[in-house]
């Protein structure tokens, strides 16, 4: 669900902002028109670099508006309010847009046996976690939720492109895979207009598109959950590429010295109880590794490491990951492609299924 209040954002708050992210790192690269607005619940920052005519810029935010008002959820005028409000009666024709990423989430849900499911939001609604009133939910109120999630409830019809649910009480929400299909939107749009180089970072999925001046790799920062507003804890090297992370230190509440995130199990009900801080997903498409962040996270390490061939295969994609573990150790998924450097010298680095 996304947090839709306005808040003032000051440039050095979006300084801050942008740091406290997984970092790109863009120190060979000059930088003199970057552009940043809110839209999706979180702050938008596009940089073209001497490409950065505001023409493009336009198209840009003017898409991510678009994108913004077709998958808000709470506009009465959203497909996505359309759909929770009526799908469970009569099939719902959406715009191409919400009917591409439902198609994509259902693939991905069905590879990661439900663990990425966009009919959590039930669940998401009982412990409002990104909320101002958090609530910490009974198991009553979950189990009286549970028999409403479940991806297999959406029906799809390609050829009339409407989403009908198989019961009432389901709903759904795009929190997990709206900014990575955004993302993929602005890269179409650097492409269209052949756009040397650019950063796009909506809220932490980060893009980096084309090639670095000097014909280097970009720089990108995966966060130390410990101390998510410091420096990264690592860097990776890669080409043009999408890197996406979900971790328990992103959106939460306390009570009782006790730490409720927002990542939900489908299955539990309960936010997921692991030896996690976060997983990071590396993709050509955003969309992907959005989605992809969050099934890994539920799923664990071992079990995601056990599945992630099939789901490159399935998805005919090349999938890297990266695991932050509790007690201060780094895990890359296997054959992991791309130069890695921890920077941090009390965390340690282990093979893949160890």
Known sequence: MYILNIVKITLKAVTVFLLSMAVVMLSSCSNPSPRFERYLGTVCFVNLYEKGRPDYYDEIFDRLKQIDEEFSFGSVKSDVYRINAFAARESVHV??????????AKKISELTGGAFDVTIEPLVDLWRIN?????????????????????????????LKTVRFAKDGVKID???????????EIAKICKKHKIKRAVIDLGGNVYVFGVKKKGELWNV????????????????????LSVVTSGIYERFFEKNDKRYH?????DSGYPVENDLYSSSVLCSNSMVADALTTAFFVLGREKSLEILPAVEEGLGLDIAAVFIAKNHSVYFSENFPYSKKILYSDWRIHRAHE
């Open 95 to 104: 715009c191409d847009d919400v009917f591409s990423v439902l198609e994509t």
């Open 131 to 159: 909320s101002t009133t958090p609530h910490i939910a009974t198991q009553d109120e979950i189990d009286a939720r549970l028999p409403f999630v479940g991806y297999e409830s959406v029906i799809l019809d390609p050829a």
């Open 174 to 184: 795009f929190g997990g895979i709206a900014k990575g299909f955004a993302a993929d």
């Open 221 to 240: 920062g995966i966060k130390n959950p410990e101390y998510p507003d410091s420096a990264p804890l690592i860097k990776v090297s890669v080409p043009q």
């Open 262 to 266: 927002h990542i939900l199990s489908p």
